[in-house]
């Protein structure tokens, strides 16, 4: 990407560089896992899912015991954080694969290998969380460990549409973080120390693929750009459905009704607007790149995240306003 490069481009990427050098975070600095206040105990209701959270707002779940709630809100950070980790390998993979053949003097090798160290901090983050929650949750479904390995091939062969892989696995887990922390609702502080360390960094890579997709995409021929305009939101929804439903084994161990799940995950009217406010912000970034066509307006009502887009990046969901 380096032939024909604006100026305004490779000055945004010089300065997530600058923010991942001066403002930076080292899971085993600057969390204090063995402060007391960070303990894991099974009696603590700081473990509570609350309202904000889509399975912490569902009748079934406010109606349980406390000790019933405590288990579930444990098992389901504790899995949050697995498949976090799952699929920031799978993306530090990608960008490895991508940087690899970039051509001497390529701006976009340095903030790509800033970002790769940036995301193996927080592989390394969710597990410690994992591990001192110690619930032995799965992750994502076993068919991506074979699936998986084969992404960051793209990352070569069509990276405008690795990049959109990308967004379609930061942009809801971000969403959720910001929205929880937003809420000011009692977490735990492991938990929302993490989260907070998770958005602050996770700001500069979705930030650098908005660039990337504004800077390359004006650049492709018709043929593959229409080929993005198809596979765009089909990625969004695939992508959100792996990291954000829970797997049989949530059902299996919790005891959760499958009823209750399906409810949860997209069935109400309140999870449908959910799904819809993920990506409001990549519904903006696709309108302003020409990715909306009439056949790519209907895969987006078919996938169920059509709607109104963002006003501006991270833009909170407006109340009572469709699609948001």
Partial sequence: ??????????????TLSYGSVHKRFDPYVDIAWDDPDFEVRADDERWIMPAADPFGAHPWYQ?????????IGMWRQANIAKVGLQFENILIRGLMQYVFSLPNGSPEFRYCTHESIEECNHTMMFQEVVNRIGMDVPGMRPWVKVVGPLVPFLANLFPEWFFVMVLAGEEPIDHGQKTLLRSGASTHPMIERVMAIHVAEEARHISFAHSYLEHAVPRMGRFRKFVLSLVFAPTMRIICDLIAVPTREFRRDCDVPRSVV???????????KLLRDFFADVRMLATDLGLINPISRVLWKICRIDGTASRYRSEPARAGHPGR
Avoid at 63 to 71: F, V
Avoid at 262 to 270: H, I, L, Q, T, Y
């Fill in 262 to 272: 399906k409810e949860v995950f997209w069935r109400s009217p309140e999870s449908r």
């Fill in 1 to 14: 990407m380096s032939n024909g490069t604006s100026t305004e481009y490779t000055e945004t990427l010089a």
């Fill in 63 to 71: 109606a349980l015991p406390r000790e019933r709630q405590i288990q």
